[in-house]
């Protein structure tokens, strides 16, 4: 018989990709200080690869559609937490007037972090500029006052404090990404390091 | 031919990396500061180890280490000063 049709799942539930163990907690990972940024001087800018700029105010934000997407989140460090509740908008409605042939995006954070990722990958539901995470305003350490939300890619991707997206006809690698880390990060498939 | 390759940095590389680095005097590449690599201020609860410089927070080090092998990421630093 072939090991596992009949047999448990290896190491983890059926709903945790592989390598990962759940958590209940919402374990607080950054790269440096936490950017304080007040909501009166925070923007979101998309540039394209034209270099036409989309400028989005707090209070432009506000006034979109919100959706209230619940994810399943994974971070490359190994945990994992289901069910997480959150209040964004959509990244289909932010670009939706954006026009664009570009196949990638780069997206840079309020203190100087940045991640890279396919923008198909931000598209068709798939992604959001989250500002409430479990019924109250997104904390600081969590990204607030709001952050990129892709949980379909491990959760550095998801990148806090967002401050814009370059939209680009190549792929430029982010903060992890040259530094040894995968540059899609799917983590069905662990795709945690260059070459896995 | 002007140049070898890498191979002639083993014997170079292997003297630098058996020294203890937090002892080397890193210069930052942003703002110029320079002081033991001790005194960086490194973030550690993250993907991998971030260490930033105690003058203006940016990054001069970021070290990721895989199951078999390791990434160094020294961009940030415009020299290490290495006792030996």
Redesign the interface.
Known sequence: MTPGFRGRPRSSGPKLPPGQYLTEDF???????TPRVPVDRWEFVVTTETGQQHRWSWADLMALPAETPTVDIHC??KWSKLGTDWVGVSLDTLLSDVETAADFAFVHSYG?YTTNLPLEDLLDGQSWIAYRYDGADLAPEHGGPARLLVPHLYF?KSAKWVRGIQLRLDDEPGF?E????HDYGDPWREQ??QGD | MDFTDGNALAGPLREIFAVDMTAATSRCAACGHAGPVATLRVYAHAPGLVARCPGCEEVVLRLVRAPDSAWLDLRGAASLRIPL
Request: avoid cysteine; glycine fraction near 16%; hydrophobic fraction near 40%.
């Open positions: 374990p607080v990972l950054t790269a440096g200080p490359v460090t100087g550095w992890w040259s530094a040894g880390y945690r390091y």
